[in-house]
């Protein structure tokens, strides 16, 4: 019955987790360079590239896992990377 226990606990981590993103989507940002390799990843065309990361992650198609400095975000396809504690968006990948 322990392993179940744990299971939960994880599963309650992962909750948690994906509402501390969530929940801080106002800190969400990119520098000059990040916003042109988003730009370039994914193929995007559009002009607020962090405005439309933010509406990606606020999704509740988004599936959000931390592990250890970083956040990542699956939706569409799509896995995003993000510092934990300055909330910046790394790297793109789709």
């Known amino acids: 019955m322990e392993g179940a226990t744990?299971?939960?606990?994880?599963?309650?981590?992962?909750?948690?987790?994906n509402?501390?993103?969530?929940a801080n989507l106002e800190q969400l940002h990119t520098t000059e360079l990040?916003?042109?390799?988003i730009r370039r990843n994914l193929?995007?065309?559009?002009?607020?590239?962090?405005?439309?990361?933010k509406t990606?992650?606020?999704?509740?198609?988004?599936?959000?896992t931390r592990n250890g400095k970083n956040w990542y975000v699956t939706i569409d396809n799509c896995i995003t990377t993000?510092?934990?504690?300055?909330?910046?968006?790394?790297?793109?990948?789709?």
Do not use: F, H
């Open 34 to 37: 990040g916003v042109m390799r």
């Open 82 to 94: 993000i510092n934990a504690y300055s909330y910046t968006i790394i790297r793109p990948t789709g």
């Open 6 to 17: 744990a299971g939960v606990r994880r599963l309650e981590n992962m909750i948690n987790k």
């Open 56 to 64: 990606k992650i606020a999704s509740n198609a988004a599936v959000i």
């Open 19 to 22: 509402t501390e993103l969530q």
């Open 43 to 53: 193929s995007l065309d559009v002009e607020d590239v962090v405005g439309w990361c």
